[in-house]
């Protein structure tokens, strides 16, 4: 029975099905697999499975061996390369005047091709640099052009709850974020203090939206008049996730109330 296994090539990089062949792999294992740019490094991140309950069914290249002392040499001898491409670059960059923000550069496995990734507000001409890299470093050389949300992704950092990024540390995939979550969530709508490291929505406003989509459901909209076991109320404030509301009397007088306790929702003014 052929086996399938879910590997890495980065920390919390996507996670790519490769057959295991007759190796018995462990989530953590080092491997080197085929892949389309030649023999990669990989960390084996999911236990093998049987190949008949993979969920897509395209086709599948191969574990080719378990990493030795040389694969660990030869990534090490990758990053010194990273580094001095990387400074290299930006030499070259200030040189030219080129508008463009050089965060990282990667080694394929082989150190036959050098990744160079930048943002940029638009367009660069940078056909000069990448034939001045060429000259430098005789390999093949990419330059691409990434989001800033991809920038945060590849270099990390804390967040404003005290923890590494979500998006280094186990996001594989970004999912849209508006400024409704925030307001669904009773959120402040300051740019500051709902947005990431990336200068964008904070990713963690998709965590719970759903929750409070769901929860809210159940209660009645602020401004909306109900009735009560004391009588007639407006809805001021929700308290969502203790599915309580506060409401005012007719007398003037506040209290928070459970929702399950309102008997019927009159109409009258207010908002939705």
Do not use: W
């Not at 082989?110 to 000069?128: H, N, S, W």
């Not at 996001?171 to 964008?200: D, H, W, Y």
């Not at 769901?214 to 009645?220: A, C, N, S």
């Amino acid at each position: 029975m052929r086996k399938v296994v879910g590997v890495r090539f980065k920390p919390a990089g996507k996670i790519y099905d490769f057959l295991c062949g007759a190796f018995v792999l462990e989530p953590g294992d080092a491997v080197i697999v085929e892949s389309e740019q030649g023999l990669g490094f990989a960390i084996v991140a999911n236990a093998p499975i049987p190949e008949a309950e993979r969920a897509s069914k395209g086709p599948l290249k191969k574990v080719f061996r378990m990493a030795t002392k040389a694969d660990f040499a030869q990534r090490e001898a990758n990053a010194r390369l990273e580094d001095e491409a990387h400074a290299y670059c930006l030499d070259c960059i200030e040189r030219l005047g080129l508008q463009m923000n050089l965060f990282a550069v990667e080694s394929a496995f082989d150190a036959a091709k050098l990744t160079f990734f930048f943002t940029a507000e638009g367009r660069v001409d940078f056909r000069q640099l990448v034939k001045d890299l060429v000259k430098r470093f005789r390999i093949r050389i990419e330059m691409r052009q990434v989001g800033i949300r991809n920038q945060a992704k590849m270099l990390g950092g804390i967040g404003r709850c005290g923890r590494e990024v979500c998006c280094t540390s186990f996001l594989e995939n970004f999912e849209p974020v508006s400024i409704r979550m925030a307001k669904e969530q009773g959120l402040s709508l300051n740019p500051t203090k709902i947005s990431g490291l990336c200068g964008r929505l904070m990713c963690c406003l998709t965590y719970e939206n759903s929750t409070y989509v769901e929860l809210k459901k159940k209660l009645p909209k602020c401004g909306r008049f109900v009735e009560t076991e004391k009588g007639r109320a407006k809805v001021l404030r929700q308290n969502v996730l203790a599915e309580r509301v506060v409401v005012r009397f007719e007398d003037g007088s506040e209290a928070e109330i459970a929702a399950g306790t309102i008997t019927g929702r009159r109409p009258g003014t207010g908002g939705t």
